[in-house]
């Protein structure tokens, strides 16, 4: 039996033991790969260089003790988030980056147990200021010159005036710009930041301890999605040669070489989950036929707001259709599009494997319509290692509700 015939038994099998529900499949074996290699291309170039996983592009706890048992730091920005690193996942505060836009307790907690704490507000930097005590080292978030979040440079003098008069620190600097993900885009990022942390370290006199550079790159994908994109995919490898090099030579002169920070989410997680789904019903419209799932693009994550996922027949893999099918979701939006063109047959009954849903789906997805799906850790052949996420239940939308001064109970 060749590999593909032995992945889709297994798939089989999996669909026969949750009795056809929908369940997101985690691929343990590709994230551990897809962390080692981001990770190990970087520290051929630059050795101090750590990656931070952003919670908020999937918060499940199991994929954040991965992480932590790869060595790799929590990236958090809000107190739930910081919740879950410290006691689901139970990472040491020194390995916990807090990004969060508003100023929480947890903020002060992470910095006096040793964690960073990147403000990028003058309310979050005065909270930190005035709420903590000793020689606390605080970091700085930077922002892009048309974005909304962090200090713009002609604020830092400003900055770095009230945490020296504070009589605190700078520990480094952050930032992070969405958009694009291109290699020119982390160029011009990576040439910037090198240059305002040289500016800061001429004011301060003292050399910063990191240099963050957030996340938005590109992670590994299948041909069909690749090509959507309309642009070059850079690899890990590219990014690394292009960022890592920068970083390097900037501080090839220096005794002490700051750590260089990453922070990826949808780069890491995104192609490790599969959604497992049913055929509902096939409807013919006009010269196409449109597929219902028992899930929605909401359940995919965002990536299916804009691409096509790819999505593959299990029960009958070689069914060639006649004309195209759009894959729809349960939900009652003309918009829940899952994908817009598939080219096989499918049939009510048949079970699908929907790639790439890893980013931006379980931590969004909520109640809506029906509760959110299980979660399942399998390896490369999709056989099950264990239970990382329940399938919802209609009590979890309502249990914290009240009706006529007494609690939802279903």
Same mark, same amino acid.
């Given at each position: 039996?060749?590999?593909?015939?032995?992945?889709?038994?297994?798939?089989?099998?999996?669909?026969?033991?949750?009795?056809?529900?929908?369940?997101?499949?985690?691929?343990?074996?590709?994230?551990?790969?897809?962390?080692?290699?981001?990770?190990?291309?970087?520290?051929?170039?630059?050795?101090?260089?750590?990656?931070?996983?952003?919670?908020?592009?999937?918060?499940?706890?199991?994929?954040? =003790?991965?992480?932590?048992?790869?060595?790799?730091?929590?990236?958090?920005?809000?107190?739930?988030?910081?919740?879950?690193?410290?006691?689901?996942?139970? !990472?040491?505060?020194?390995?916990?980056?807090?990004?969060?836009?508003?100023?929480?307790?947890?903020?002060?907690?992470?910095?006096?147990?040793?964690?960073?704490?990147?403000?990028?507000?003058?309310?979050?930097?005065?909270?930190?200021?005035?709420?903590?005590?000793?020689?606390?080292?605080?970091?700085?978030?930077?922002?892009?010159?048309?974005?909304?979040?962090?200090?713009?440079?002609?604020?830092?003098?400003?900055?770095?005036?009230?945490?020296?008069?504070?009589?605190?620190?700078?520990?480094?600097?952050? !930032?992070?710009?969405?958009?694009?993900?291109?290699?020119?885009?982390?160029?011009? =990022?990576?040439?910037?930041?090198?240059?305002?942390?040289?500016?800061?370290?001429?004011?301060?006199?003292?050399?910063?301890?990191?240099?963050?550079?957030?996340?938005?790159?590109?992670?590994?994908?299948?041909?069909?999605?690749?090509?959507?994109?309309?642009?070059?995919?850079?690899?890990?490898?590219?990014?690394?040669?292009?960022?890592?090099?920068?970083?390097?030579?900037?501080?090839?002169?220096?005794?002490?070489?700051?750590?260089?920070?990453?922070?990826?989410?949808?780069?890491?997680?995104?192609?490790? %989950?599969?959604?497992?789904?049913?055929?509902?019903?096939?409807?013919?419209?006009?010269?196409?036929?449109?597929?219902?799932?028992?899930?929605?693009?909401?359940?995919?994550?965002?990536?299916?707001?804009?691409?096509?996922?790819?999505?593959?027949?299990?029960?009958?893999?070689?069914?060639?259709?006649? %004309?195209?099918? %759009?894959?729809?979701?349960?939900?009652?939006?003309?918009?829940?599009?899952?994908?817009?063109?598939?080219?096989?047959?499918?049939?009510?009954?048949?079970?699908?494997?929907?790639?790439? !849903?890893?980013?931006?789906?379980?931590?969004?997805?909520?109640?809506?319509?029906?509760?959110?799906?299980?979660?399942?850790? %399998?390896?490369?052949?999709?056989?099950?290692?264990?239970?990382?996420?329940?399938?919802?239940?209609?009590?979890?939308?309502?249990?914290?509700?009240?009706?006529?001064?007494?609690?939802?109970?279903?």
């Amino acid at each position: 039996m060749e590999y593909r015939e032995l992945q889709f038994a297994q798939l089989k099998k999996i669909a026969e033991s949750t009795g056809r529900n929908p369940v997101y499949l985690f691929n343990a074996d590709r994230f551990i790969r897809n962390f080692t290699d981001l990770q190990n291309e970087f520290r051929k170039i630059y050795p101090n260089t750590r990656i931070a996983y952003s919670y908020k592009t999937n918060f499940i706890p199991e994929i954040g =003790k991965l992480v932590d048992n790869l060595g790799g730091y929590a990236e958090v920005v809000s107190s739930m988030e910081y919740e879950i690193a410290g006691e689901a996942v139970l !990472c040491d505060s020194e390995r916990i980056i807090y990004n969060g836009l508003l100023p929480e307790e947890c903020m002060l907690a992470n910095l006096e147990l040793g964690g960073k704490v990147n403000v990028e507000s003058m309310e979050c930097l005065n909270y930190v200021l005035e709420n903590t005590s000793g020689e606390v080292k605080t970091g700085i978030r930077i922002g892009a010159p048309d974005s909304r979040f962090g200090f713009q440079e002609s604020e830092l003098f400003d900055v770095l005036a009230r945490i020296v008069a504070a009589k605190k620190k700078v520990a480094g600097i952050h !930032c992070h710009v969405g958009g694009s993900r291109s290699l020119e885009t982390w160029k011009k =990022k990576t040439q910037r930041m090198l240059r305002i942390a040289k500016d800061i370290e001429n004011i301060l006199r003292y050399p910063l301890e990191y240099i963050d550079l957030g996340g938005h790159l590109y992670g590994r994908m299948d041909d069909d999605l690749r090509k959507q994109f309309g642009e070059d995919v850079p690899t890990f490898q590219d990014y690394a040669e292009t960022v890592a090099t920068m970083v390097r030579d900037a501080y090839k002169d220096r005794g002490s070489m700051p750590q260089l920070i990453l922070e990826p989410g949808t780069a890491l997680v995104a192609d490790t %989950v599969d959604i497992l789904a049913t055929v509902q019903n096939v409807k013919n419209r006009k010269e196409k036929k449109v597929a219902t799932l028992n899930v929605s693009s909401y359940d995919c994550g965002m990536v299916a707001d804009y691409k096509d996922l790819t999505v593959e027949n299990i029960t009958d893999p070689d069914q060639k259709g006649n %004309v195209p099918t %759009v894959i729809c979701g349960y939900t009652c939006m003309e918009e829940d599009y899952i994908s817009r063109n598939y080219p096989g047959a499918l049939k009510t009954g048949d079970n699908v494997l929907i790639r790439n !849903c890893g980013a931006y789906s379980a931590s969004m997805k909520g109640d809506f319509i029906f509760p959110p799906i299980g979660m399942l850790m %399998v390896n490369d052949n999709y056989e099950v290692l264990g239970l990382m996420k329940e399938h919802g239940r209609s009590r979890d939308a309502v249990e914290r509700c009240v009706v006529g001064g007494k609690r939802c109970v279903i």
